[in-house]
């Protein structure tokens, strides 16, 4: 491996420490603090040459053509989307499964790894089962206790289904998002080739005490398993008409949206990152569940952003970012600051096939990192306030929230709330009898 200059001085200077140390009389912190400047040296240039990366890509040899695909479906591991190099002024994105903006993508990837492994199913079909109102207090009460006792997982072991993956889903007509749970399951390994719904029902009403429960087996609507998987995974990249229930996005505890069996192998990490075994949703993590999906989706593209310097691998041609440092303030912010002459930066806004907007920084990051810094209180206060004004957008467009409060105005002045007429001031009902 050829070193750059700055590191072979960097191994020079400490191959020599012990010389240094016993003839000169140099003292060893004066070595350490020389290793750390060097190696703050090496570090600016290896940032010089990520962002000159373009001129050395001239003299890549030119990489060999592409395979013939073996599958119409796009590689999840290919991260090329444009040929886009430089610095880049990235959004805060919340990764939050109940998010308009974050939900697709992260369901994409889900679709996509159950697609790679169409293969392992042959009679896709879909159970479909409720809960009994009756036998709960709450919808997060049954949902506790169906998760937490594990229901789901020991009924398709007691009907003998060992390929299956279910998602979440929640009530929208009628009361407070009541959970379902739509489960693809493969009937070429159930004993008969058929579920067995007496048993069912003795393990889920019976056995259990869950209550009702609805058993719907489709395998005649599929046109082949590439069509069941996409149809079973529409759920986690569609967002609901009324938005997820209140108890989902005020939640402190994780809410587990999908799960497969050890079968399927992982779906959300990396199989070198993540051992095989029954999948979960990445908001089970604990770091993850300390904040309510709200919060998280609250500061979605608003919060602050983050400055990160691609570069196209000439070899594989995989996208690869460098993280420089932490932005005070959303990119769009930014822009807002540079166009009013308070900032002086240069910055390129691109706008995709779909809308989507990327801000490209044409001048020195350091230099722009640098000018922000005397800002950042001032900027967080800014965010604060913008993250404040998305939360009341959030539950102003959820209908969730709206019976919620109407149902707890109407306790105070069932005159008022009888009424309300459209467009529903959920500002108002929130500050009513105060």
């Given at each position: 491996?050829?070193?750059?200059?700055?590191?072979?001085?960097?191994?020079?200077?400490?191959?020599?420490?012990?010389?240094?140390?016993?003839?000169?009389?140099?003292?060893?912190?004066d070595?350490?603090?020389?290793?750390?400047?060097?190696?703050?040296a090496?570090?600016?240039?290896?940032?010089?040459?990520?962002?000159?990366?373009g001129k050395?890509?001239?003299?890549?040899?030119?990489?060999?053509?592409?395979a013939?695909?073996?599958?119409?479906?796009?590689?999840?591991?290919?991260?090329?989307?444009?040929d886009?190099?430089g610095?880049?002024?990235?959004?805060?994105?919340?990764?939050?499964?109940?998010c308009?903006?974050?939900?697709?993508k992260?369901?994409?990837?889900?679709?996509?790894?159950?697609?790679?492994?169409?293969?392992?199913?042959?009679?896709?079909?879909?159970l479909?089962?409720?809960?009994?109102?009756?036998?709960f207090?709450?919808?997060?009460?049954?949902?506790?206790?169906v998760?937490?006792?594990?229901?789901?997982w020991?009924?398709?072991?007691?009907l003998?289904?060992?390929?299956?993956?279910?998602?979440?889903?929640?009530?929208?007509?009628?009361?407070?998002?009541?959970?379902?749970?739509?489960?693809?399951?493969?009937?070429?390994?159930?004993?008969?080739?058929?579920?067995?719904?007496v048993?069912?029902?003795?393990?889920?009403?019976?056995?259990?005490?869950?209550?009702?429960?609805?058993?719907?087996?489709?395998?005649?609507?599929?046109?082949?398993?590439?069509?069941?998987?996409?149809y079973?995974?529409?759920?986690?990249?569609?967002?609901?008409?009324?938005?997820?229930?209140?108890w989902?996005?005020?939640?402190?505890?994780?809410?587990?949206?999908f799960?497969?069996?050890r079968?399927?192998?992982?779906?959300?990490?990396?199989?070198?990152?993540?051992?095989?075994?029954?999948?979960?949703?990445?908001?089970?993590?604990?770091?993850?569940?300390?904040?309510a999906?709200?919060?998280?989706?609250?500061?979605?593209?608003?919060?602050?952003?983050?400055?990160f310097?691609?570069?196209?691998?000439q070899?594989?041609?995989e996208?690869?970012?460098?993280?420089?440092?932490?932005?005070p303030?959303?990119?769009?912010?930014?822009?807002?600051?540079?166009?009013?002459?308070?900032?002086?930066?240069s910055?390129?806004?691109?706008?995709d096939?779909?809308?989507?907007?990327?801000?490209?920084?044409?001048?020195?990051?350091?230099?722009?990192?640098?000018?922000?810094?005397?800002?950042?209180?001032?900027?967080?206060?800014e965010?604060?306030?913008?993250?404040?004004?998305?939360?009341?957008?959030l539950?102003?467009?959820n209908?969730?929230?709206k019976?919620?409060?109407?149902?707890?105005?109407?306790?105070?002045?069932p005159?008022?709330?009888?009424?309300?007429?459209e467009?529903?001031?959920?500002?108002?009902?929130l500050?009513w009898?105060?």
């Amino acid at each position: 491996m050829v070193k750059s200059p700055v590191e072979r001085l960097q191994a020079a200077a400490w191959s020599a420490a012990p010389s240094l140390v016993s003839s000169s009389g140099v003292e060893l912190i004066d070595l350490v603090d020389l290793a750390e400047s060097l190696d703050l040296a090496r570090r600016d240039f290896e940032l010089h040459q990520l962002l000159a990366g373009g001129k050395r890509a001239a003299r890549v040899a030119a990489p060999p053509p592409p395979a013939a695909p073996v599958s119409k479906l796009e590689s999840i591991d290919n991260k090329v989307t444009t040929d886009l190099e430089g610095v880049v002024l990235a959004e805060h994105r919340c990764r939050a499964r109940s998010c308009s903006v974050c939900a697709i993508k992260r369901g994409w990837i889900v679709r996509q790894r159950l697609l790679a492994r169409a293969g392992g199913w042959i009679r896709p079909a879909v159970l479909t089962l409720t809960v009994d109102r009756g036998e709960f207090s709450s919808p997060v009460q049954a949902y506790r206790y169906v998760t937490r006792k594990k229901l789901l997982w020991r009924l398709m072991r007691g009907l003998g289904v060992k390929r299956w993956f279910w998602v979440l889903e929640y009530q929208q007509k009628t009361g407070l998002g009541w959970p379902h749970w739509h489960i693809l399951i493969d009937l070429a390994d159930v004993p008969g080739g058929r579920v067995d719904l007496v048993k069912a029902w003795q393990l889920w009403r019976d056995r259990w005490g869950v209550g009702g429960l609805q058993l719907e087996v489709r395998d005649v609507e599929f046109d082949s398993v590439e069509h069941a998987l996409m149809y079973i995974t529409k759920y986690l990249m569609k967002q609901p008409e009324g938005g997820f229930p209140t108890w989902v996005l005020k939640s402190r505890q994780s809410i587990r949206f999908f799960q497969g069996c050890r079968l399927l192998g992982p779906l959300v990490a990396k199989p070198s990152l993540k051992k095989a075994m029954s999948v979960e949703d990445e908001q089970t993590n604990k770091r993850a569940s300390r904040r309510a999906l709200l919060d998280r989706m609250s500061e979605c593209s608003v919060g602050a952003g983050r400055v990160f310097a691609l570069r196209v691998d000439q070899s594989t041609g995989e996208q690869r970012g460098h993280f420089i440092g932490a932005l005070p303030c959303s990119p769009s912010q930014l822009l807002g600051l540079v166009r009013s002459g308070q900032v002086s930066a240069s910055i390129d806004v691109r706008q995709d096939e779909a809308g989507r907007e990327t801000f490209v920084l044409k001048s020195d990051p350091r230099a722009l990192l640098s000018q922000l810094h005397p800002l950042r209180d001032v900027l967080g206060v800014e965010v604060g306030e913008r993250v404040r004004f998305r939360r009341l957008a959030l539950l102003e467009e959820n209908r969730f929230e709206k019976r919620a409060v109407i149902a707890a105005a109407a306790v105070e002045d069932p005159h008022h709330v009888i009424n309300l007429v459209e467009p529903f001031d959920l500002a108002a009902l929130l500050t009513w009898g105060e």
